[in-house]
Every structure is written in C-alpha cells, then in structure tokens.
C-alpha cells in the first residue's frame, strides 16, 4: 500500500494578514503550506520564515525559468531561506535544471535537510491548442511531453514532478517509487471545480501514488477551513 500523500494549502493571498489568519487556524491540522507568487510578491521572505518558525513545511512555489546563472542564484536564495521545497521549470532545459541543483548544494547549510526541488511539466492549465511549436497537438501528444518532461526531470536528478492528477498513475510507472510527484487540482468528488479542468479526488491521486496533495480554494475559501482540511485529510488517507 502506498504511504498517504501529505496536504499542502496552498495560502493564496493577497495579503500577508489573511495568510496568517488561516495559518494560525491550521497550525498542527496541515503539515504543509504553499506560498505562490501572489502571496511572496505581497509579503516576501520574512512572512516566509514566520511560516516556518509556525512549525510549517513551506513549498515555495515561484517556478523560476531562467538562463541557467539566473536561476542558479535564485535557488541558492530560496535555499539559504530555509524552505522545503520549491518549483522550477523542466522546459528549461538540463542545463537550467542541474543550474539549480548547483544553487541549491552552494546554498545548503551543512546538518539541515536540503530543499526538494521539483520541475514543473506542463502547466494544467494547458491545452492541445496552447501548443505552439506543436499545431496539432491532441491531449495524447500533451500527456506524452509531460511524461517525456518527468523523465527527463528525472536523468537530470531532479527530486520530482508536478504534474496533473491525470498523469501520476503514468509517470510513476516509468520513474520509479522514489520520484517525488506534487498534485494540483485536487478536489472531493462533490466540490466545485473553479477554473481547474483536470481535477481527481485526493484518494485517486492518493491511490495513483501521488506523494503531495495541493489545495487552495476548497479551504481557504470554506466557511470552516479546519474542517475542509479535515475532510481531505480523511478521504487521502
Ligand atoms: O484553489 P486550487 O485548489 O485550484 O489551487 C491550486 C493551487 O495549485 C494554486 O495555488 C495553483 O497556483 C497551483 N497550481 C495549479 N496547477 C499547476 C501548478 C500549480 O493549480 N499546474
């Protein structure tokens, strides 16, 4: 049996008082928080390390693509802040991806456990028609770049994936039981869907072998944000 994924809120927030209202009600109910563009780009790296001294695992999710110097830099920054894990894009290519793996070591304080790091495939925000340089793309050609983008990830020693509740059940075949895989669009069978259209339920993606479980609107927005979280908690488990 696969070991229950992890929940992570993901805090989107325009304001770092909001974030820290539904932090605090969270605390010791959800290991793991996510701080995006919109919250960083609002409260920055202070907020960042407050959510950490909470007792909070911090996915900094900024998805850097960049020439590799750039982002090389920019993941020793996020390193020496003490996050757990952050996002960079695969289609930056190998040498942007072990860039980052270079910032990340040059960062790292010796006895603390370094941050994971994890390329993002294709967005699921994504269509067959958004492919560019593809005309004729069909959802199978966008499901086997994203494969081809994990496994890629993967020779470049990347520690995982995100990747849509569609793909984990594939993209563990071919990589393997220790490839870190981070799911979003994840939603009860009978919750509202908003703008995500490649949703699965936190026990499919549980089942597939997903290993991070991301939330956002389901409980930040609920009425009882400890009880929807409870409840995804209850169904991955
Ligand atoms: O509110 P909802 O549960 O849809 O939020 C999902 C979170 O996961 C958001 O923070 C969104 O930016 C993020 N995300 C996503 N799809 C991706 C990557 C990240 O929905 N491919």
């Known amino acids: 049996m696969n070991t229950p994924p992890a929940l992570v809120v993901a805090l989107d927030f325009p304001e770092e008082n909001q974030a820290l209202n539904l932090a605090r009600k969270l ?52 390193t020496a802040m ?36 994890l390329g993002v495939t294709l967005l699921t925000s994504l269509g067959p028609a958004d492919l ?12 086997k770049l994203t494969l081809d983008l994990a496994a890629s990830a993967q020779k470049w020693k990347l520690d995982g994936v995100v990747c849509s509740g569609r793909e984990v059940c594939d993209i563990r075949n071919t990589c393997g039981a220790s490839f870190q895989l981070l799911t979003p669009g994840i939603r009860l069978p009978d919750a ?36 929807a979280a409870e409840e995804y908690l209850r169904d991955m488990a």
Not at 205 to 224: K, Q, Y
């Open 27 to 78: 605390r010791g109910v959800v290991p793991w928080v996510k701080v995006g563009l919109e919250l960083y780009l609002a409260s920055g790296r202070q907020f960042v390390q407050h959510l950490k001294k909470m007792g909070f695992s911090v996915f900094l999710d900024l998805k850097f693509m960049d020439i590799p110097n750039t982002v090389q830099a920019a993941t020793a920054q996020v």
């Open 82 to 117: 003490g996050v757990d894990m952050l996002t960079i894009h695969a289609l930056g290519g190998r040498a942007m991806c072990e860039a980052a793996l270079t910032g990340r070591a040059q960062a790292h304080e010796a006895g603390t456990t370094p941050p994971l790091i």
């Open 132 to 143: 560019a340089w593809q005309p004729r793309g069909t959802a199978e050609s966008l499901h």
């Open 192 to 227: 509202a869907c908003g703008d995500q259209a490649r949703v699965c339920t936190p026990a499919q993606a549980a089942r597939d072998g997903s290993n991070f479980l991301v939330v956002g609107r389901p409980i930040t927005r609920a009425e009882n944000p400890v009880q």
